[in-house]
């Protein structure tokens, strides 16, 4: 049989003689096989023993008759009495009413459901499990075939599985439009050789692989030491992985009925695969996706594929992954245009890193990497969370004047970038922007911005193996002053926990890190990072100010324990003979409802109040932020929050202690419109949002803005979102 699957012949001349050959090797009367039509139809594609004239006319919806479930369940079925079971569906045109036995497996490749393969025979018998498995290992290698383009021609159905358009439902992760090629972060490796001739010397490979393996994962629970629990929890699982007779087993039993070594690796992924679609237990899926990458490193070693497989970065290469650590991330840089995870979360340190960069980012996009091919026109639609893959020309032509008029506001907004951002009242309102990388500083002078509300310092954390140098930190912190040529930068200190999470340091399992220990708690409790980022900050001033603020404060105390590190620090460089920072402002952010009622002497000893929405509203709603069942529930705009933000404002007037904001909130127009109606002076937001909020506050009169806002309060609205929207309307 291994010889006619090698054989050389047009799509359906092959098609035709593998199925007479399988029917005959299987003593059955029929052979067929049904491919995909699209994602819910089957078609039949070539049979023996059916009526020839139902080839490419019978066709089966996914989950109709049996061979129908065997497409969706992507398990055999196995039955002596066919019209008996549940589902059994007669089709007269194939005049199979006289067959009793039926066996049919799913045809895929890496989980990915091509179609069907059938054999029935009038005698009403049982397969054996070893007849069973042999179909499976046919069904394997023909789906390996299609995917090398066999059958492209006259078994369309197969080979247009790639060419169609799909589009995917995800999550934004990052606002933005982009279009471009799919660029696959791990392309797929290809098996050309599914079939070998000599089992042993593909055992001898199989196990020089897994030797192999074993030591990458050893190696990687060596350079593991030290770093918490979850991370070394998932290296465990792949050392058992590793160690599972089974798994061998399995692969040495493929290998032994002709398959070759990669061939067998994939056929248990494949498996793998189907059986990780339903499994409705998330550590279950989790220990399978474990198994589906070792089986791809697995892969790797076999082929000598490493993840340069030589081609080349199309022009506006657009990032379609599993998942990406920030590092790697960072290492393409600008160069991407946009990026499409399959998993991923908003804080996520990939979702931080492309924030940063600002480039379109969708998460949660199900089943991208399985879809895209390498090159695939594709569009990315951040705001929405939707991707086009391969879309239709009308789609693409949509989508392409969608981003055309974006980049006609900005140009509007350029015009106004020398203009202050003041409204029509007079009042003047303060934008900066957020910045967390180096490479942002250089947008801070066409961006119109006044200065860096916001410099995030835990990416540099993130991005390493080991805990940061000073030296190195002050240079960095350096260069940013430099960029920021005398506007005022604010240095946020190192906030992790939580969800972000340094590979380095040791951590407590929290049941719920985001009230766990993060933040300042950690820089209070294990002061020697905190102090050394400190030093590093003074250095890097040496004679200019310096603004520094502390993430998450939600008690005094915790200020004026952070402000006294600061300023022995300040000693201790002075008495070491270092220049020191020509003044210090030294802030707290207001990130959990507590701090708005702290004492009066909060606000009057620090001297500033920065506040990080972002938390602030989590905390306030109870709302998970990375949530997505939660966290568009409530309304930023709604009426108790914005009483918060009103207590505030009067809690740091009465101490004339500068206020601003610096969440996500304050680079939406509308929400920095109203944050600036309730008296907010001074707004931190991207980069990208400066002109579109400068546009509409210079056309509001905050004033009548917030007797709007207080009218609405004033009638008891849950949110004056709508009052807020009429007024806009009209006013602008
Ligand atoms: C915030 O919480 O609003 C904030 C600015 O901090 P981050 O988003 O980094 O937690
Ligand atoms: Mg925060």
């Known amino acids: 049989m291994r010889d006619t699957l090698a054989l050389p012949g047009a799509g359906q001349e092959r098609l035709d003689r593998i199925v007479r050959l399988i029917a005959d090797s299987m003593?059955?009367?029929?052979?067929?096989?049904?491919?995909?039509?699209?994602?819910?139809?089957?078609?039949?594609?070539?049979?023996?023993?059916?009526?020839?004239?139902?080839v490419h006319r019978t066709r089966l919806r996914l989950g109709e008759g049996l061979v129908g479930r065997v497409a969706r369940s992507a398990t055999p079925i196995n039955t002596g009495n066919a019209p008996a079971e549940k589902?059994?569906?007669?089709m007269p045109e194939t005049g199979e009413e006289i067959f009793s036995s039926f066996l049919g497996v799913p045809i895929q490749r890496l989980g990915e459901r091509m179609g069907v393969l059938v054999v029935q025979s009038k005698e009403a018998r049982q397969f054996s499990d070893d007849e069973v498995y042999a179909l499976e290992v046919v069904a394997m290698v023909l789906a390996e075939m299609a995917e090398l383009g066999a059958f492209v021609g006259e078994g369309e159905a197969l080979g247009a599985r790639h060419k169609q358009p799909v589009m995917f439902r995800g999550v934004m992760g990052q606002e933005g439009a982009a279009e471009g090629q799919v660029w696959?972060?791990?392309?797929?490796?290809?098996?050309?050789?599914?079939?070998?001739?000599?089992?042993?010397?593909?055992?001898?490979?199989?196990?020089?692989?897994?030797?192999?393996?074993?030591?990458?994962?050893?190696?990687?629970?060596?350079?593991?030491?030290?770093?918490?629990a979850e991370h070394r929890e998932v290296l465990e699982a792949y050392r058992m992985f590793t160690q599972s007779k089974g798994w061998m087993r399995r692969m040495e039993e493929d290998i032994a009925r002709g398959l070759s070594a990669e061939a067998?690796?994939?056929?248990?992924?494949?498996?793998?695969?189907?059986?990780?679609?339903?499994?409705?237990?998330?550590?279950l899926r989790e220990r399978l996706q474990d198994l589906d990458d070792l089986s791809n490193r697995l892969l790797r070693i076999l082929t000598g594929q490493g993840r340069d497989t030589g081609a080349e970065m199309p022009d506006n290469p657009i990032l379609v992954a599993r998942n990406i650590g920030p590092g790697e991330l960072l290492e393409y840089g600008r160069r991407l245009k946009g990026v499409v995870l399959e998993e991923g979360s908003v804080g996520s340190h990939a979702a931080i890193v492309a924030r940063a960069l600002a480039i379109p980012l969708v998460i949660q996009a199900e089943r991208i990497t399985t879809e895209a091919l390498n090159g695939d026109h594709i569009l990315v639609d951040g705001d929405q969370g939707i991707v086009h893959l391969r879309p239709e020309d009308s789609v693409a032509s949509a989508f392409r004047d969608k981003i055309a008029m974006a980049a006609k506001a900005q140009e509007r907004y350029a015009s106004i970038r020398d203009l202050p951002a003041e409204a029509r009242c007079g009042t003047r309102i303060s934008l900066q922007m957020n910045a967390g990388l180096m490479a942002d500083l250089p947008s801070l002078p066409s961006s119109g911005a006044e200065g860096v509300g916001l410099f995030r310092t835990e990416l540099q954390f993130?991005?390493?193996?080991?805990?940061?140098?000073?030296?190195?930190?002050?240079?960095?912190?350096?260069?940013?002053?430099?960029?920021?040529?005398?506007?005022?930068?604010?240095?946020r200190t190192l906030d992790i926990g939580s969800d972000k999470v340094l590979p380095y340091m040791k951590r407590p399992d929290e049941p719920n890190p985001a009230l766990g220990w993060r933040a300042i708690r950690v820089g209070l409790d294990r002061p020697g990072v905190m102090r050394m980022q400190l030093q590093a900050l003074i250095r890097a001033a040496a004679g200019r100010p310096l603004a520094v603020m502390f993430p998450f404060v939600a008690q005094m105390d915790e200020y004026f324990a952070a402000r006294r590190h600061l300023e022995q620090e300040l000693e201790r460089e002075a008495r070491l003979g270092h220049r020191l920072p020509e003044r210090v402002e030294i802030g707290a952010m207001l990130e959990t409802p507590s701090l708005a009622f702290a004492p009066r002497r909060f606000f009057e000893a620090t001297d500033f109040v920065s506040i990080g929405g972002n938390d602030l509203k989590q905390f306030f709603f109870a709302a998970d932020r990375e949530n997505e069942l939660v966290r568009r529930r409530?309304?930023?705009?709604?009426?108790?929050?914005l009483g918060l933000i009103a207590h505030i404002v009067a809690r740091c007037a009465e101490t004339g202690t500068p206020l601003s904001f610096c969440g996500e909130d304050a680079g939406r127009p509308v929400e920095a419109v109203c944050l600036a109606a309730m008296g907010i002076r001074s707004l931190s937001m991207r980069p990208a949002s400066i002109g579109p909020v400068k546009h509409l506050i210079r056309r509001v009169d905050l004033g009548a803005l917030r007797d709007v806002i207080d009218a609405a309060c004033a009638r008891g609205e849950a949110t004056v979102r709508p009052a807020v929207t009429d007024f806009l309307k009209a006013a602008v």
Do not use: W
Not at 634 to 641: F, P, Q, R
């Open 264 to 283: 067998a690796v994939e056929k248990e992924q494949s498996a793998a695969r189907a059986r990780m679609e339903q499994v409705p237990d998330p550590y």
């Open 184 to 228: 696959l972060h791990e392309p797929r490796v290809v098996v050309t050789n599914p079939v070998a001739d000599d089992p042993k010397a593909e055992l001898e490979r199989l196990h020089a692989a897994m030797e192999v393996l074993r030591g990458s994962v050893e190696t990687l629970i060596a350079e593991a030491d030290g770093s918490d």
């Open 462 to 491: 993130l991005i390493r193996a080991s805990v940061p140098r000073r030296g190195e930190l002050a240079a960095l912190y350096a260069r940013v002053m430099d960029a920021a040529r005398g506007k005022r930068v604010v240095f």
């Open 634 to 641: 409530y309304d930023t705009l709604n009426t108790s929050y």
């Open 87 to 90: 589902g059994f569906r007669y």
């Open 27 to 54: 003593r059955t009367e029929v052979c067929s096989i049904y491919l995909f039509r699209d994602a819910e139809t089957l078609e039949l594609c070539a049979t023996e023993g059916l009526k020839k004239a139902a």
